[in-house]
């Protein structure tokens, strides 16, 4: 005769006394609902199932990511005439809580101005002889026979014009009767430099230091150019704050230096030029490169951030 083991009936099989190991065969075991629990959520952290023993809801703390893009064109260009350096305007939110400050993608200007001293010529003589016999207005164009004068502005008692719509040069004609040209340097190249120094005061955390006793934030490792335009790339790029040191912010403050750590800066912006909008308008930013939001000046930065919330599930 088979001896009897409780064990052999139906609803014993699969039963144990041991903690945490499903009991199969009873109804309320749910591996769905189990699976479903132990998912993480969106962003990668694994949340603790909401009690609703109390019937009231139970906070929940996530990771949400925000991605800034910070352009230069948006600055106040009466206070910050350098795009080197420069803070930005209010964002929309005060950033709290931020555990993760990322920097991404930079884009930077290739190129600085110069300002050349030009022999007077005939076009010096007939400028010269307009604005003293009359009245220059700003963004007034001029022919005279086969050469048109786009006159930029005459701000800073400093006449600065375009001779046949040529955007790359300005000619100027200052209140000393000096002649001279601004345009783009052919020799000095931004990523000439091994790489850039970046500061960002806002961003308190274990600054870089050199032996030179100097100490920044990032630093930035230039790549390609292409026409007026630098790449570069941020080396070690994500700051990790604990919890006790978590970031704040409203705006954020850039500077940025040469490798060698000298200030960066495009030299001869006209922080007088005029504040129009419009591309066709040339003494908007589009066509007068002495403007100090002219297109091939400005730094575009992506940011990354990782802002601890308390949400209600």
Known sequence: MQKYNPYNKPGNRYKSDKPGVPNVGHDEYNPEEKQAKELPNSYGLYVPPPLYETGMYKPVTSLQYV?????????????????????????????KNVKIFQMMQITLPQFNLIKITTEKDANYDFMLDYITNNTVVNNQSIVNGAITYSICNYYNKELNFIIDNNNSLVYSIDSKKNYYTYGFS????????????????????????????????YFVRMSRARNHLAYASVRAPAKIYKEHTLLKFAQLSFQFYNSTHQPLAIDYLDKYADPVEDPTNIASKYQYIRHPLFHYHQIIMSIRIGVIRNNLM
Do not use: A, Q
Not at 79 to 91: A, M
Not at 209 to 216: C, V
């Open 186 to 217: 052919n020799t000095y190249k931004l990523n000439d430099n091994p790489y850039l120094r970046m500061n960002i005061t806002e961003v308190i955390y274990s600054p870089i230091l050199t032996t030179d006793g100097k100490s920044f934030t």
């Open 67 to 95: 991605v800034l893009v910070i352009d230069t064109n948006n600055r106040d260009y009466i206070k910050y005439p350098n795009p080197f350096n420069f803070i930005t305007e209010r964002f929309t939110e005060e950033f």
